[in-house]
């Protein structure tokens, strides 16, 4: 499988060629954005991921047809899908200034990536996302490993539930993650009907200052040999695509 990182910069002909290539859903969904940084975060991260697959199934961005399941996971519409005879499996976030998609043949994948921010590790979050268990564990570490900790959980639980493809709906708390920012990336424990036994977990090294985990359809026993991708930006991609 692989992991392409592709940085959030972009001039004016980039996101003129990502907004050629967005549906009018898309392009709607866009000016929902009022700061022009998560608009331009998004455009570029629809419309590399639209490159990418296009790239993967030898066909032009422009045939490749994406939408949203009922949670929101992007994924091929019944014609590209049937093109691609279902063996393409994506997932794509974005934060800060990276974007980040995983892209797998034989099994589904989530992928979540955060910036690292004390203030967004509050209180509040701490107890939306981790369970007491958890909550338990990130408070008996050092103070400065602590964010690190909260947003290990976030990612690694935000990765798993995008990966099943039912988003926030299955409910953060119901799952246990390790939060160790030392330890590696596991899933624990999940309600039996997401089959956690079915899933494991890989921490990604993006950026500094950032926590990225990667969620794998594989049985912790089985081994997916993972290649990581990063480009200078959204326009090697577009140009790759002939944009």
């Not at 898309?26 to 929902?32: A, C, F, I, M, P």
């Not at 499996?89 to 690292?116: K, P, Q």
Request: charged share 20%; glycine share 6%; proline share 5%.
């Amino acid at each position: 499988m692989h992991v392409w990182r592709i940085p959030v910069v972009a001039d004016s002909a980039v996101s003129d060629a990502c907004a050629r290539l967005l549906t009018e859903a898309e392009l709607h969904r866009g000016k929902r954005y009022t700061r022009h940084d998560d608009r331009l975060r998004y455009q570029l991260g629809r419309a590399s991921l639209r490159c990418l697959v296009a790239r993967y199934l030898g066909v032009s961005p422009q045939q490749v047809g994406i939408e949203p399941n009922q949670a929101g996971k992007p994924q091929l519409d019944a014609a590209t899908s049937a093109a691609a005879n279902g063996v393409l499996h994506f997932n794509l976030s974005h934060s800060g200034s990276w974007i980040v998609a995983a892209f797998a043949r034989s099994f589904a994948v989530g992928i979540d990536v955060e910036a690292l921010s004390a203030k967004s590790a509050s209180a509040r979050m701490i107890d939306y996302v981790l369970s007491d268990r958890e909550s338990q564990v990130l408070r008996g570490l050092p103070q400065h490993k602590q964010a690190a900790a909260f947003f290990k959980g976030w990612t690694s639980k935000e990765a798993f539930v995008k990966g099943i493809g039912v988003g926030l709906s299955a409910g953060l708390k119901s799952i246990e993650v390790s939060v160790d920012p030392d330890a590696p990336a596991r899933l624990l424990s999940a309600p039996p009907e997401h089959r956690p036994d079915l899933w494991q977990l890989r921490t990604l090294e993006v950026s500094a200052g950032y926590v990225a985990t990667l969620a794998l359809a594989l049985p912790p026993a089985s081994a997916a040999q993972i290649v990581e991708v990063a480009v200078d930006s959204a326009r090697s991609v577009l140009e790759h695509a002939g944009v």
